[in-house]
Nanobody, 121 residues
């Protein structure tokens, strides 16, 4: 099992920055990729950023160039640096980890508890 604990959300003015952190514990050696999703009222949860064990990154077009996902393997922690924040970035942000269990061909997914990010004008 993998457990994820998020921190760093809060209230920020448009144009400002926040850094989200997500610390993984448990079967961290089984994690293949980690990322961030966000969800706003009335919309589906969407992928924001993803990073694989090999360091490959993927971003949603809406955040490309403004957000950066990174990881600290020694701390089993993934970060989301959010710059030039816009009110449209307001959402609950969820950390996620894709990991293998040996019980299925497909990876399992762990989720953090979610952290609120609010950007005001």
């Amino acid at each position: 099992q993998v457990q994820l604990v998020e921190s760093g959300g809060g209230l920020v003015q448009a144009g400002g920055s926040l850094r989200l952190s997500c610390a993984a514990s448990g079967s961290v050696s089984r994690i293949n990729a980690m990322g961030w999703y966000r969800q706003v009222p009335g919309e589906q949860r969407e992928s924001v950023a993803r990073i694989t064990n090999g360091g490959e990154t993927k971003y949603a077009g809406s955040v490309q160039g403004r957000f950066t996902i990174s990881r600290d393997n020694a701390k089993n922690t993934v970060y989301l640096q959010m710059n030039s924040l816009k009110p449209d970035d307001t959402a609950v942000y969820y950390c996620t980890a894709e990991y293998s269990t040996g019980r299925s061909y497909f990876d399992s997914r762990a989720w953090g508890q979610g952290t609120q990010v609010t950007v005001y004008s």
